[in-house]
């Protein structure tokens, strides 16, 4: 069953070493934290993907922020992206609650996952692009996982680049997708479509 190798996939992913640069900095962010979150236990972790294992879209952004994801534990929870992102969520109808304040808020997300092709925080918000490359392998297998996507929310151009090196994406031609804020492209080959948006 899906939700199980989901659930396996997770695990495996919040053990991933594979960046030395990038285990060092989150376990520092994690360590040293912020002076408004001293009694927080910061995930300081790699950060899974969730939603609705049925979902039809898919949304991707960069990568954990240092005192957000880096700290709940949960993709765009904690900082200003998602005080931006689930409320715009929430009032499309994919999010069952405006607000993400940390894993156990009771927020679920209806026919919609949200995911990033970075899953660890990076100093000054750069993932290098071997960073990036590494991480490629944990957005292969959970699309894999994930059958039902019909359309997909890239959220920056590093999210466009990183979604046109996995699985069935990467045979389509680079030059046919330009990012730009609000570009639109119809899905092909039985891809789902891409939209591209500025990140949050």
């Known amino acids: 069953n899906m939700n199980k190798k989901l659930e396996e996939l997770e695990a495996e992913l919040i053990n991933c070493q594979m960046c030395p640069r990038l285990v060092a900095w989150r376990e520092e962010v994690a360590q040293k934290k912020r002076r ?55 009032r499309a109808g994919f999010a069952s609650q405006p607000e993400a304040k940390h894993k156990e808020d009771g927020l679920r997300l209806i026919d919609c996952w949200v995911t990033s092709v970075g899953r660890c925080v990076p100093p000054a918000n750069k993932p290098t692009p071997q960073e990036l490359e590494n991480c490629q392998v944990w957005l292969v297998r959970e699309l894999a996982l994930l059958p039902n996507i019909q359309g997909v ?15 069935k994406f990467s045979s389509l031609p680079k030059k046919d997708f330009v990012f730009g804020h609000g570009s639109f492209y119809e899905g092909r080959d039985g891809l789902p479509w891409v939209l591209c948006s500025y990140h949050p």
Not at 54 to 67: D, K, Y
Not at 153 to 167: T, Y
């Open 153 to 167: 929310v890239v959220l920056g151009k590093i999210a466009l680049d990183g979604l046109l090196k996995v699985g």
């Open 36 to 90: 408004m979150y001293l009694d927080w236990d910061y995930w300081g972790k790699p950060v899974p993907g969730f939603g609705d294992p049925q979902a039809r879209l898919l949304i991707i952004g960069l990568a954990p922020g240092a005192h957000g994801s880096n700290r709940t534990g949960r993709m765009f929870t904690g900082d200003g992206s998602g005080d931006f992102f689930y409320p715009a969520l929430y």
